[in-house]
């Protein structure tokens, strides 16, 4: 039997605002507005079929940026210009900022960019995870001036993630990431409305239009490369059907949800199991996860070893 491959297309947009100061730097701030429509690539935690809203992936994060948008036309800080970016194709693999990159419409001087995916599910037991520290030094000045005793936030060094900050990062750019980190409607029909923090979410907003105002005398800032500079979060070869839990700060990659009829399922493993290798490949945290999934290929067969409640156990996996 032959097998006839086509490449499909779509076409997508990138919506683009700009606040001009006349300044020799920009500051992009993005957020992506795309998300899994009817479930029809594959990429639902629940099945196709139905509709998914995307109130926290990615409405939060397009809803901050309007509402910044709108406070930085009053700003004093006047050293950078500002240009807004609502992303399109980023579920599918950061494609939007990609493209932008590769194909910018303003001659600008990008300063840093600011990336917000998923900030609308604060909860002080998970915090607020800002990535993104480590890509300049000035980050750390920065957080000095900076506080909002109403935010737990965890700092995360690296530069990529599963997020279009990635596309920035990989082009020597400074960044930063907010996130509330991952719950359990995360890619399902479930993460609605009436789930946001919206409280929550009017603090993240009114912190990262602080840091924007601290980091208005700092000049053009210098970038450093990060430990993950290596880390591809899409495309991977084989998957095992689960959501990392983003907000781990253990040893291994944190189970936070299994996929329906993947993998992960049908071999039993659960939220908050911890896996820890996968052959001969071990794992520290989710970049070093990603990077043992290149090692393999659909067929291939091993052993993927995990913590459940403290105790160790083995499992046949086969991809």
């Not at 507005?33 to 690539?41: C, I, M, P």
């Not at 210009?81 to 303003?106: D, T, V």
């Not at 915090?127 to 965890?154: C, M, R």
Request: proline share 2%.
């Amino acid at each position: 039997m032959q097998v006839s491959l086509t490449k499909a297309k779509r076409k997508a947009r990138n919506v683009v605002g700009y606040l001009n100061f006349n300044a020799p730097t920009t500051v992009v701030l993005g957020a992506h507005y795309d998300h899994l429509g009817y479930g029809e690539d594959d990429n639902s935690l629940d099945g196709k079929g139905q509709i998914h809203n995307g109130a926290d992936d990615n409405a939060s994060g397009t809803a901050a940026l309007i509402e910044l948008g709108r406070m930085l036309q009053k700003t004093k800080a006047h050293n950078n210009n500002y240009l807004f970016i609502a992303f399109s194709g980023e579920e599918l693999g950061l494609y939007g900022s990609k493209y932008w990159l590769e194909n910018q419409s303003l001659n600008i001087v990008t300063n840093y960019m600011i990336n917000m995916d998923m900030i609308g599910r604060y909860d002080s037991s998970r915090k607020l995870t800002i990535g993104g520290y480590g890509t300049s030094p000035v980050w750390g000045q920065v957080f000095t001036t900076t506080t909002d005793k109403n935010l737990i936030i965890k700092f995360d060094s690296s530069g990529a993630g599963p997020s279009d900050h990635t596309s920035f990062y990989q082009k020597d750019i400074p960044v930063l990431f907010f996130f509330t980190n991952s719950h359990s409607d995360y890619h399902k029909a479930t993460d609605d409305a009436d789930k946001i923090n919206y409280n929550g979410e009017v603090e993240i907003v009114n912190y990262i239009d602080h840091i924007v105002e601290a980091a208005n005398d700092k000049g053009k800032l210098a970038f450093t490369k990060t430990r993950d500079q290596d880390m591809r979060p899409a495309f991977l070869p084989v998957t095992l059907g689960v959501m990392p839990d983003y907000a781990f700060n253990g040893t291994g990659m944190r189970i936070d949800a299994v996929s329906k009829g993947k993998i992960a399922e049908k071999i039993g493993l659960q939220a908050g199991d911890v896996l820890t290798q996968l052959g001969d490949h071990k794992f520290v945290d989710v970049q070093t996860y990603m990077q043992a999934l290149q090692h393999f290929k659909k067929g291939d067969k091993t052993t993927l070893h995990i913590k459940r409640n403290e105790k160790e156990m083995e499992f046949a996996v086969e991809f």
